[in-house]
């Protein structure tokens, strides 16, 4: 008796399986999910994922567009080919379309639709990523990177990593081995992960980037990697210079015009690694705007605003902050130039727009001002060499300061230099004294910092540590 009925349980159980399997399958959704978010609508969402309205209502049968309660799950039409739940990351330098598709195993075609990518432009770094989290815990492929070197063939890459050519041909989504190029960055399953920067060679292991980028300001870019590197690289029209810390980094300085229109700029690193492997990248990086304010107009001597006395000035003024000295002379922040009671005294700020002479606000100024009347003592901020101490129409008596790696600091309307080129100052020696010589209204000190030939806030090296 108990036999047949065990016969019956399991004939029913058989019976049922294909229909609760279908119900399984039914309660998938047929695309990905957007979770809403406190002041998300309907419009906000169609204009996020580029869909129209009537789409969304009609695929998620949505009886009243005007009430979206906060946490319903939208399944977003027109992705067929993607599954999960829809998340945002923050794109980071050293990624591109590319990389991007194959970290996460997202067909490059479907990221591009996904994200409304037209151009590889719109992948910046700090840009936002929509991905599908698919629920497994982590939104990366359990991969680390593996580079083609120089010389090396896709069969050799496999042994040497102990990987099926082919299994590589397909996590990358690669139609054939003559499609990597020696320096190419591979993602292969079975390896450590990995997380470095996904388009640069895995002998880099981290890439960073000062953040955020703002007009006159300095740029940091930091690639941690091995010794015997040769890199170069440039930001928007700037050469960047790379030099090898103690601690195995390279480190580019780079000051950011103040003037420069907020908006994407291309940071491009290039080089060899020690091995022969060739290091090609280049990203958009967005400048965002410093909100400087405006100076009350000027009114200063008209021989001081002359192009024929200003422009051989600043062609000069250019000439002598242009070398670029592999020794860095300072560490640590900056200290004051002037006595610590004056040190917070600010008549004028640097990237302040300016107005000269009835002209228009044409111009900015290029230093921090200092508080002091005529014969307040000048020290140098941090050791270093002095190229240039003498009197100009603009700038009055003035000295510069070679600090290594670019970066300058500069002096003006001294009423007395108390140094000579040549001359190797340390840090809080006395170098001149405050005063009005050169285009000025008033006694003071004119103070620039000066990083990759651009006039940067000197207040950015007062409070922070740059390596």
Same mark, same amino acid.
Request: with cysteine; proline share 7%; aromatic share 10%.
């Given at each position: 008796?108990?036999?047949?009925?065990?016969?019956?349980?399991?004939?029913?159980?058989?019976?049922?399986?294909?229909?609760?399997?279908?119900?399984?399958?039914?309660?998938?959704?047929?695309?990905?999910?957007?979770?809403?978010?406190?002041?998300?609508?309907?419009?906000?969402?169609?204009?996020?994922?580029?869909?129209?309205?009537?789409? +969304?209502?009609?695929?998620? *049968?949505?009886?009243?567009?005007?009430?979206?309660?906060?946490?319903?799950?939208?399944?977003?039409?027109?992705?067929?080919?993607?599954?999960?739940?829809?998340?945002?990351?923050?794109?980071?330098?050293?990624?591109?379309?590319?990389?991007?598709?194959?970290?996460?195993?997202?067909?490059?075609?479907?990221?591009?639709?996904?994200?409304?990518?037209?151009?590889?432009?719109?992948?910046?770094?700090?840009?936002?990523?929509?991905?599908?989290?698919?629920?497994?815990?982590?939104?990366?492929?359990?991969?680390?990177?593996?580079?083609?070197?120089?010389?090396?063939?896709?069969?050799?890459?496999?042994?040497?990593?102990?990987?099926?050519?082919?299994?590589?041909?397909?996590?990358?989504?690669?139609?054939?081995?003559?499609?990597?190029?020696?320096?190419?960055?591979?993602?292969?399953?079975? &390896?450590?992960?990995?997380?470095?920067?996904?388009?640069?060679?895995?002998?880099?292991?981290?890439?960073?980037?000062?953040?955020?980028?703002?007009?006159?300001?300095?740029?940091? &870019?930091?690639?941690?990697?091995?010794?015997?590197?040769?890199?170069?690289?440039?930001?928007?029209?700037?050469?960047?210079?790379?030099?090898?810390?103690?601690?195995?980094?390279?480190?580019? &300085?780079?000051?950011?015009?103040?003037?420069?229109?907020? *908006?994407?700029?291309? +940071?491009?690193?290039? *080089?060899?690694?020690?091995?022969?492997?060739?290091?090609?990248?280049?990203?958009?990086?967005?400048?965002?705007?410093?909100?400087?304010?405006?100076?009350?107009?000027?009114?200063?001597?008209?021989?001081?605003?002359?192009?024929?006395?200003?422009?051989?000035?600043?062609?000069?003024?250019?000439? +002598?902050?242009?070398?670029?000295?592999?020794?860095?002379?300072?560490?640590?922040? @900056?200290?004051?130039?002037?006595?610590?009671?004056?040190?917070?005294?600010?008549?004028?700020?640097?990237?302040?727009?300016?107005?000269?002479?009835?002209?228009?606000?044409?111009?900015?100024?290029?230093?921090?001002?200092?508080?002091?009347?005529?014969?307040?003592?000048?020290?140098?901020?941090?050791?270093?060499?002095?190229?240039?101490?003498?009197?100009?129409?603009?700038?009055?008596?003035?000295?510069?300061?070679?600090?290594?790696?670019?970066?300058?600091?500069?002096?003006?309307?001294?009423?007395?230099?108390?140094?000579?080129?040549?001359?190797?100052?340390?840090?809080?020696?006395?170098?001149? &004294?405050?005063?009005?010589?050169?285009?000025?209204?008033?006694?003071?000190?004119?103070?620039?910092?000066?990083?990759?030939?651009?006039?940067?806030?000197?207040?950015?090296?007062?409070?922070?540590? @740059?390596?």
């Amino acid at each position: 008796m108990k036999k047949h009925t065990w016969v019956k349980l399991a004939f029913i159980l058989i019976l049922l399986w294909p229909f609760g399997y279908a119900q399984a399958q039914e309660d998938q959704p047929d695309g990905p999910v957007y979770i809403t978010q406190a002041g998300d609508t309907l419009w906000s969402i169609s204009q996020r994922f580029g869909v129209s309205i009537d789409a +969304l209502v009609s695929k998620n *049968g949505i009886a009243d567009p005007n009430q979206l309660a906060i946490g319903a799950h939208l399944v977003i039409p027109g992705l067929e080919g993607l599954q999960g739940v829809l998340v945002t990351q923050t794109v980071p330098y050293g990624e591109n379309l590319q990389s991007l598709s194959r970290r996460y195993q997202i067909p490059v075609d479907l990221m591009a639709r996904l994200n409304h990518y037209t151009s590889p432009e719109e992948v910046y770094a700090g840009s936002t990523l929509i991905i599908p989290d698919q629920g497994e815990g982590d939104l990366e492929l359990g991969s680390g990177r593996a580079t083609l070197r120089a010389g090396q063939s896709l069969l050799e890459l496999a042994i040497t990593r102990g990987v099926n050519p082919w299994a590589i041909l397909a996590e990358n989504q690669l139609p054939g081995s003559s499609n990597v190029l020696p320096g190419d960055t591979l993602y292969l399953s079975g &390896l450590a992960d990995d997380d470095g920067p996904g388009a640069l060679p895995e002998a880099v292991s981290a890439i960073e980037i000062s953040s955020p980028l703002t007009q006159g300001q300095t740029l940091v &870019l930091k690639l941690d990697m091995p010794e015997g590197a040769s890199l170069h690289g440039r930001f928007h029209d700037r050469d960047l210079n790379f030099f090898h810390t103690v601690d195995g980094a390279y480190i580019a &300085l780079q000051g950011i015009h103040a003037m420069l229109a907020p *908006g994407l700029y291309p +940071l491009t690193v290039n *080089g060899e690694l020690a091995d022969g492997t060739p290091l090609r990248f280049s990203q958009s990086v967005y400048v965002q705007n410093g909100n400087y304010p405006y100076d009350p107009p000027l009114v200063v001597n008209s021989e001081t605003m002359d192009l024929e006395n200003t422009q051989p000035e600043d062609e000069q003024w250019s000439s +002598l902050v242009k070398p670029v000295t592999a020794e860095k002379s300072w560490d640590g922040i @900056f200290q004051s130039p002037v006595p610590d009671y004056l040190s917070d005294c600010f008549p004028s700020l640097f990237g302040n727009r300016r107005s000269y002479n009835d002209s228009g606000y044409y111009y900015f100024h290029t230093g921090l001002d200092f508080c002091g009347s005529t014969g307040v003592d000048i020290y140098a901020p941090v050791p270093g060499l002095v190229v240039f101490a003498g009197p100009l129409m603009v700038r009055g008596n003035a000295t510069v300061i070679d600090h290594g790696w670019g970066v300058y600091t500069a002096y003006a309307h001294q009423s007395e230099i108390l140094v000579g080129v040549g001359d190797r100052v340390e840090t809080g020696q006395l170098i001149g &004294l405050v005063g009005e010589t050169g285009r000025v209204t008033g006694p003071h000190l004119h103070w620039e910092v000066i990083v990759g030939s651009v006039q940067v806030d000197p207040l950015q090296w007062l409070e922070q540590e @740059f390596p």
